[in-house]
């Protein structure tokens, strides 16, 4: 017991060593001055220093200090070093990445930096690594797993904004690919029909609504609707990736399936570690074997159906609006952001506040949430505007046919003729195992992937000179909507929707980050190409002043939620890059206008907490008619179901609701009737491809379809369109009630559960329960401002008046620290679950960490 009680005290001191420095003074070569980190209550700091180059170098010991293991996962999933820290079982991971080379990349990157940025970036660097230094022992996940942290470089602060750049637009390729299968089995008037370019439930910015007209229901349906080939094979959710890349697991979008995933949450885990671990830590469940299944939810070949197995590919997140100054009760705007990630311990973002001198002789403060791994605000404000991003889903990646050239074996032809491609060979080193070996071959036009017997160059925005930096800096000194506007062109970031207002009153919306300017318009390119076409080529970047922007419009806000932004010539610009259907950008515009005017930053707040199911009332209604008389006779669980839609239905995406859960249920055992046979070849091509990865709209398809009911579409299995409605009301209730759960018992929050954890939460078990939150049922869902699932939701929620900081709020999924033993491990998380306000600044210090310049007296 002595020696029990012995080694407890010895981890226990051993995990202390680990903790970051909170006060006291200290000296350090890399100031010109002084700084200071004072922390709060939940160890939000504010970094003060006389000068931006000593911010950053502060900044960097935080990060460092707090959080450097995730910079380390961040940096190494973008660059495919995984393997080092984990073994065999990150090998995919890595081969997928280090088909990019961005290492490589990084270098040349960080090169083409203007000086001053350069400069920024060093201090940053010394900064993380002597908070590195500082700690008393290394951080605590490199002693449970063996082995040593590296040290940080600059470039490695570009890698971890190439990992957002995964995180973001990783699943174009799977876009890409789908559309491709899915232009080449149907014809021109099935395609229109089945992938249009926009619904009712579209809400632009520049118009009331999306104009154009709509596809007609073709005379017949594709060979493949609704049919299931023999030799597909029989569970393709456990088919491997295709040689060369490993897209983005369906379990943790990132905003994901259909849609890029979040590689930094606890997606970015399932990708390399054990299963048992993956769900201990991500709480998704691979999909059963057709022998766990029971009769009723096998599909009509006898074939295993999943209903819920696309229900969270096409889950997108992320909102931001803005209020201009005439709808404020201040006058100046209000600016909200609701960036949705994947769910993780630590969280993603890092809250700080910022003082450094203006130039002008006064102080500039800039609040809001920070990247560890990088040096900026990522979105908040300084005093004068505030801003906030949204993936803005653009088509910013193609694939490109190659053909081989048969007089000159081994190389292939490109618009410039025949090119032998350049082969790489990347060394990925391995914990425990000999290292791998990757031969990259890499032409003009991009890498080259094989899928379906086809081989593609891939030409992705992230490839380009110039599509990371660091000038999201800038931000800090712009003074002006327009300044903000026009700054955003040039930043090194995945293309997003930025949303800016003034302390003025100002609002504007336009692009962030890099566009790039194609010969052909954007909308085709979201099919691959011919690479020896003429309209395959890229022309550089679009030039700024070519950038969509909407600025000041007559109503007074703004609003982006993943969804196509523009109905005018701008949309030709951006393309389609995998946007959300638009139900969640229509809900929130109209919880905006319903503000009316002299609306304060809390009631602005509110609309990212609105769970109304405005989308799915109409299919539960669908269902509920389905439930006739006749066809609840002698059905004891269909008339159980339908007591419960009509008892249990709350008209929101409540915890307590079965009708909720049962109507989604029903929603997606529609698309896996009508579309699996599509998904199930889709994922010979690619695990992740799929229709919901093709097209959002699918929900709209299947409506106009039960709408119309034309016999031609109906699949051949089906007496009637009435009999397939039933026949996945079946599988519904056949999937909430598998291992002998009662129906009523099925709520959206048994089903809407997000557990995080650490990554190591499994490495010790008696430690595990430290590194892991309690289950927490959440409402809301897609299709709706509070978009949450069981490893994806908001990220954080920021609500802010430029000048007028103090009435902020804020709120996010963890706390400041990723270290188990800190107060700030969790600190806040709470407030996120309940959808609590907290301050924005931080509140009153009760930690100060003095640091001055090595020698100053």
Not at 622 to 629: G, Q, S
Not at 634 to 654: F, I, K, V, Y
Not at 830 to 840: E, F, H, I, M, N
Request: charged share 15%; aromatic share 8%; with cysteine.
């Amino acid at each position: 017991m002595l020696l029990l009680l012995a080694a407890g005290v010895g981890g226990w001191l051993w995990l202390r060593a680990s903790l970051p420095v909170l006060d006291g003074t200290r000296t350090a070569a890399g100031l010109q001055d002084a700084v200071s980190v004072a922390r709060d209550n939940h160890g939000v700091p504010l970094i003060s220093g006389t000068s931006r180059l000593d911010v950053a170098y502060a900044t960097g010991f935080v990060h460092a200090q707090e959080r450097y293991f995730q910079m380390d996962l961040l940096r190494r999933v973008a660059a495919g070093e995984l393997s080092e820290l984990f073994g065999p079982r990150a090998l995919p991971t890595d081969r997928a990445r280090r088909l990019h080379r961005l290492r490589a990349r990084a270098d040349l990157a960080l090169a083409a930096l203007p000086p001053a940025d350069r400069l920024l970036m060093t201090r940053y660097t010394d900064g993380v690594n002597a908070g590195l230094a500082a700690l008393q022992a290394k951080p605590f996940e490199y002693a449970l797993n063996g082995t040593a942290p590296r040290p940080w470089r600059a470039t490695d602060s570009l890698l971890v904004i190439w990992a957002m750049y995964f995180d973001l637009q990783g699943g174009q390729l799977q876009h890409d690919l789908s559309r491709g299968w899915l232009r080449a089995h149907t014809d021109e008037a099935q395609r229109a029909f089945l992938a249009p370019a926009f619904s009712a439930w579209d809400a632009p910015l520049d118009a009331a609504s999306i104009t154009g007209a709509t596809p007609s229901i073709p005379p017949s349906a594709p060979a493949w609707w609704g049919r299931q080939r023999t030799d597909s094979p029989a569970d393709p959710h456990r088919q491997a990736c295709a040689p060369g890349y490993l897209p983005p697991d369906d379990r943790f979008r990132g905003s994901s399936p259909g849609q890029p995933g979040s590689q930094s949450g606890a997606g970015l885990l399932a990708a390399f570690l054990p299963d048992t671990l993956a769900e201990s830590v991500t709480g998704a469940r691979a999909p059963s074997s057709s022998a766990s299944l029971s009769p009723s939810l096998a599909g009509p070949w006898g074939q295993p159906m999943h209903p819920a197995a696309a229900a969270w590919r096409n889950t997108t997140g992320s909102n931001n609006w803005a209020l201009a100054g005439s709808r404020s009760d201040s006058g100046a705007a209000i600016v909200a952001n609701d960036m949705h990630l994947g769910l993780q311990l630590p969280v993603i973002w890092y809250r700080a506040a910022l003082q450094f001198p203006d130039g002008k002789g006064g102080q500039r403060r800039v609040v809001g949430v920070t990247l560890p791994g990088t040096p900026v605000v990522v979105a908040g404000s300084n005093g004068q505007v505030a801003w906030g991003f949204t993936n803005s889903y653009g088509d910013y990646l193609d694939l490109l046919a190659l053909d081989g050239d048969p007089a000159h074996p081994g190389q292939v032809r490109t618009p410039a003729g025949a090119e032998a491609p350049v082969v790489h060979r990347e060394t990925i080193v391995v914990k425990g195992a000999p290292a791998a070996t990757l031969v990259v071959r890499e032409t003009s036009l991009g890498p080259l992937y094989e899928a379906g017997g086809k081989t593609y160059a891939v030409r992705w925005a992230a490839h380009q000179p110039g599509s990371v930096n660091v000038r999201l800096h800038l931000l800090e000194d712009v003074a002006s909507v327009q300044q903000a506007l026009a700054l955003a062109p040039t930043l090194g970031i995945p293309a997003q929707n930025m949303v800016a207002g003034d302390s003025a009153g100002h609002i504007g919306w336009t692009i962030a980050g890099r566009i790039p300017r194609r010969a052909v318009t954007a909308p085709d390119a979201s099919y691959p190409l011919r690479a020896d076409a003429a309209d395959s080529a890229w022309q550089g970047w679009l030039a700024a002043d070519d950038y969509p922007r909407v600025v000041d419009p007559a109503d007074g806000q703004l609003f982006t939620a993943n969804s196509r932004q523009l109905n005018g010539a701008g949309a030709a610009l951006l393309g389609d890059g995998g946007f959300d259907l638009g139900a969640r950008t229509r809900q929130v515009r109209d919880g905006l206008t319903a503000l009316g005017a002299r609306a304060g930053v809390e009631r602005v707040y509110a609309v990212a907490l609105d769970d109304r199911a405005l989308f799915l009332a109409p299919w539960r209604d669908r269902a509920m008619a389905a439930l006739d008389a006749q066809s609840v006779a002698a059905r004891p669980q269909r008339a159980e179901a339908l007591a419960l839609l009509r008892s249990t239905w709350t008209g929101h995406a409540s915890v307590d609701s079965v009708a909720y859960r049962l109507t989604r249920s029903y929603l997606y055992a529609l698309y896996d009737i009508v579309y699996g046979d599509a998904d199930r070849q889709l994922a010979l091509l690619d695990p992740h491809a799929g229709m919901a990865s093709a097209t959002s709209r699918w929900p709209v398809v299947l409506a106009r379809l039960l709408d119309a009911q034309p016999p031609a579409w109906l699949p051949p299995q089906y007496a009637s369109w009435h009999a397939l409605q039933l026949a996945a009301i079946d599988h519904a209730i056949a999937d909430l009630t598998q291992d002998g759960q009662r129906l009523a018992d099925a709520t959206w929050g048994q089903r809407n559960t997000a557990a995080s954890a650490h990554p190591m939460a499994s490495s010790i078990p008696l430690l595990g329960r430290y590194l892991t939150v309690a289950p927490d049922m959440l409402a809301g869902d897609q299709h709706m401002p509070r978009v949450t699932g069981p490893t994806f939701g908001a990220s954080e929620r920021l609500t802010v008046s430029p000048g007028r900081e103090q009435e902020a709020v804020f709120n996010m999924p963890g706390g400041q620290s990723g270290h188990p033993l800190s107060p700030y491990f969790l600190a806040g998380r709470s407030d996120w679950v309940a959808g609590r306000t907290t301050p924005l600044l931080p509140g009153a210090p009760v930690h100060t960490l003095n640091a001055f310049q090595a020698g100053r007296a």
